[in-house]
């Protein structure tokens, strides 16, 4: 390997945030680079290793972001970082759009086994999350037949124009950029802590499902002209919130009686994160399609639209991608995929038990954390000004992760008012404890300020 080793695993802060070095780089950034980054707070990265994050002052971050939720296997682990030396000096391109390659058929046999369902599959190869949900738009409308798609208020899918119309999490991401894709449909996600109707939160599912069949279906769009329902199983962007596994299982069951395609977006839930290969399989439900990008090969961009193989019978040319399966970025997701599978999916199901047990303590301890949430390593705490009036408190969370970030924890918000955890699936239960630690702390310190 290149560079020398981290040699902690906790973090290591040396002055003041940020340092000299790291506010020239951000002088710079403010020159060159496009505004329309959100940047959380001035971490400016100069190394990895593992789930440390080195600055270019030399501080040393404890990292459970990890790119959001990206760098499954850590931050340039060996094994990750020998398979793309060692395929960058064989083959960097080619294009699997135009020519075949070994590694485009190794990683989509390991794919095609542990995605939901017995039917075989195929794989379609893009860049990034964003891209998958763009191949599955055109594969389920050329598939079905049909033009009309339904996705949910608070999701995330994307920012390119296809994916943007199914995006429903933030205005801004709309606003200035025109007409999106028409016939798309939006309806409230199964929130248990914020139930859209008056029903009880645990009859939340039931009422969303009510509302489909009864609202959409019979006053907006006949089922017939559906081609997909898009959905996460864990709702990332929107607030780290997990679909109720009965409310996932009656959707499937409502697109299997109308012949409505129901894609998992798994980005950001997917590749071990919730301490299964893919979130969709804690309700045992089997997508028609998925859509997978973010932790899949460790940090190099790729990403996949896996699709049962009946529907995936589009004809060449009618969707392609130049860099889409590269076989660097294949190499790294063979690496990641066996790390994973030999182990670190189950880590993240074990530390995530100790993790989110201390955090539901916080509910009674904190007078601002509203709600605890998650599977596996993918976390979510919800603050508020009180809980009995459950008021969204945004500037507090944000309080709260730059206050983590000057204790030497990298973390990040989700939605309105969430703080999210998705560190590498490799932390240990020291590691697990310090972020417990300094986020206790940091609650402590802004509601005590308030």
């Known amino acids: 390997m290149i560079g020398t080793a981290i040699d902690v695993k906790l973090p290591r802060l040396q002055g003041a945030l940020p340092g000299p070095k790291a506010k020239e780089v951000i002088a710079l950034d403010e020159r060159h680079i496009s505004p329309s980054y959100t940047r959380s707070y001035p971490l400016v990265a100069k190394r990895g290793q593992g789930a440390m994050i080195e600055d270019v002052d030399g501080n040393v971050f404890l990292d459970f972001a990890a790119g959001i939720a990206v760098v499954a296997t850590g931050h340039c682990h060996p094994k990750v970082v020998e398979a793309i030396q060692r395929q960058a000096a064989e083959l960097i391109h080619i294009s699997g759009t135009d020519f075949y390659y070994p590694q485009m058929i190794e990683l989509a046999e390991k794919l095609e086994r542990v995605t939901p369902g017995k039917e075989p599959k195929r794989v379609f190869y893009t860049n990034s999350g964003t891209e998958s949900v763009e191949a599955a738009i055109k594969l389920a409308r050329y598939a079905t037949g049909r033009e009309k798609l339904i996705a949910f208020q608070g999701c995330f899918h994307g920012r390119t124009m296809g994916s943007l119309s ?17 016939g798309v449909f939006h309806i409230p996600y199964p929130n248990q802590y914020r139930c859209p109707f008056t029903g009880s939160s645990h009859a939340c599912g039931d009422d969303v499902i009510a509302h489909l069949e009864r609202v959409i279906f019979k006053k907006l769009v006949d089922p017939s002209d559906v081609a997909a329902i898009f959905v996460e199983p864990v709702q990332g962007e929107g607030g780290y ?39 969709s399989e804690h309700a045992g439900i089997e997508p028609d399609i998925i859509c997978i990008a973010k932790g899949i090969a460790s940090g190099m961009p790729l990403g996949a639209m896996v699709a049962r193989a009946s529907l995936m019978n589009w004809k060449p040319g009618a969707h392609a991608s130049t860099f889409g399966g590269n076989p660097v970025c294949l190499a790294a997701a063979l690496a990641t995929m066996d790390l994973l599978e030999g182990g670190y999916i189950e880590n993240a199901r074990k530390v995530s038990e100790r993790l989110k047990k201390r955090m539901q303590g916080w509910i009674g301890r904190y007078r601002t954390v509203g709600d605890v949430r998650g599977l596996g390593l993918m976390l979510g705490v919800e603050f508020v000004t009180d809980r009995e009036s459950r008021e969204p408190a945004h500037d507090l969370r944000d309080r709260i992760v730059e206050r983590a970030f000057h204790k030497g924890l990298l973390v990040l918000g989700a939605g309105e008012n969430t703080l999210r955890l998705c560190p590498p699936l490799l932390v240990d239960e020291e590691q697990v404890d310090f972020a417990a630690g300094a986020l206790e702390e940091s609650i402590a310190e802004v509601e005590r300020a308030a």
């Open 241 to 279: 919130l997990p679909a109720p596994p009965k409310f996932l299982r009656d959707l499937a069951d409502i697109c299997s009686r109308h012949g409505i395609l129901l894609v998992a977006d798994e980005v950001q839930s997917g590749m071990g994160r919730t301490g299964k290969w893919w979130a």
């Open 166 to 182: 199914l995006t429903a999490s933030k205005a801004v991401q709309r606003k200035g950029f025109g007409s999106l894709l028409s």
